[in-house]
């Protein structure tokens, strides 16, 4: 199986208990868009497709030492944009959980109120990326966070995610690098980026930094969450090259959705 270098990470799907509590979060404080809703679902995006998915289950319970969902991460389109999210966050009072420059990006992280991985960040400029030992320099350095927040245009007035923003890139959990290999690669179709980054591995579609980052910081042969765990529960790609199919990575209780583009 083979990926197009076009393909990319479409949407991102979360089993959350209070819906409620998680639309009010997302939409106040990411700025993500609701475009459709009910009493169990509820669907954002920024102005285009649907990034995010929250399928609402009461009795989900949080789990802890198990593979799956380490962050899924949104990709605005500037520095301006990263730097008004920075701004809403700190005038939210939301703490974050780290930032990190990693020389291809720089990005902030932080918990959804289920304790769920997120990154905002935005890409420095293809020419500026830069090869080491034959691999794509990537590293976590600190990341100055005034220049962020006083980048040129981080001052305008808030009014969520910016146009363009999209679902970057998604980093699991996983039990085995090299068995995380044979699925992500040669059975889906991604290419190895980063092998040198302790305990993870990074690959994508067209040279990308990552589409998937993969770790095994929760310990070798983690265990899958339990069903009903608060968490992933799936994620799209879409691809010119990729027969529509429903993959179910059962090291991390994932289903992988294929979705062919026209």
Same mark, same amino acid.
């Given at each position: ?8 990470i479409?949407?991102?799907?979360l089993?959350?208990p209070?819906l409620g509590k ?7 404080r990411?700025?993500?868009? $609701?475009?459709?809703h ?6 954002f995006?920024?102005?285009g ?7 609402? =289950?009461?009795?989900a319970s949080?789990?802890? !030492?198990?593979?799956? %969902?380490?962050?899924?991460?949104? $990709?605005?389109p500037? #520095?301006?944009?990263?730097?008004r999210?920075l701004?809403?966050l700190?005038?939210?009072r939301w703490?974050?959980?780290g930032a990190?420059?990693? $020389?291809?990006?720089e990005?902030l992280?932080?918990?959804d109120?289920d304790g769920? !991985?997120?990154? /905002?960040y935005?890409?420095r400029p293809?020419d500026a &990326? #830069? @090869? ?8 976590t350095?600190?990341?100055?966070l005034?220049s /962020? ?8 007035? &808030?009014?969520g995610l ?6 970057g +890139? @998604?980093?699991l +959990?996983v ?6 290999e ?5 059975? /889906?179709g991604?290419d190895p980026?980063v092998? #040198?980054?302790?305990?993870? %591995?990074?690959? =994508?579609?067209?040279?990308? +930094?990552h +589409? %998937?980052? $993969?770790?095994? &910081?929760v310990?070798?042969?983690?265990? *899958?969450?339990?069903?009903?765990? @608060?968490?992933l529960r799936a994620?799209t790609i ?5 027969? *529509? ?7 991390t ?7 062919h583009r026209?």
């Amino acid at each position: 199986m083979s990926i197009d270098p076009s393909a990319h990470i479409d949407s991102v799907h979360l089993t959350i208990p209070d819906l409620g509590k998680s639309i009010a979060f997302y939409q106040d404080r990411i700025g993500l868009r $609701l475009q459709r809703h009910d009493d169990t679902t509820a669907a954002f995006g920024a102005g285009g497709p649907e990034l995010l998915v929250l399928h609402a =289950s009461p009795e989900a319970s949080r789990v802890h !030492g198990t593979t799956g %969902l380490y962050h899924f991460a949104i $990709l605005v389109p500037s #520095r301006a944009a990263l730097g008004r999210s920075l701004r809403r966050l700190s005038d939210k009072r939301w703490p974050m959980s780290g930032a990190a420059d990693h $020389l291809v990006s720089e990005a902030l992280y932080l918990d959804d109120p289920d304790g769920l !991985g997120i990154e /905002i960040y935005r890409d420095r400029p293809r020419d500026a &990326w #830069r @090869v080491a030992n034959g691999e794509l320099a990537m590293a976590t350095d600190p990341l100055d966070l005034q220049s /962020i927040y006083e980048e040129p245009g981080a001052e305008t007035p &808030w009014n969520g995610l910016d146009a363009g923003t999209i679902m970057g +890139h @998604v980093h699991l +959990h996983v039990p085995h690098l090299d068995t995380a290999e044979s699925f992500y690669c040669d059975r /889906i179709g991604f290419d190895p980026v980063v092998r #040198r980054y302790p305990g993870a %591995l990074f690959v =994508s579609a067209g040279g990308y +930094h990552h +589409h %998937l980052g $993969l770790n095994t &910081w929760v310990g070798v042969g983690a265990p *899958p969450p339990p069903e009903n765990a @608060v968490g992933l529960r799936a994620f799209t790609i879409e691809s010119a090259r990729l027969q *529509p199919a429903q993959i179910n990575d059962e090291s991390t209780g994932v289903q992988v959705v294929l979705v062919h583009r026209r």
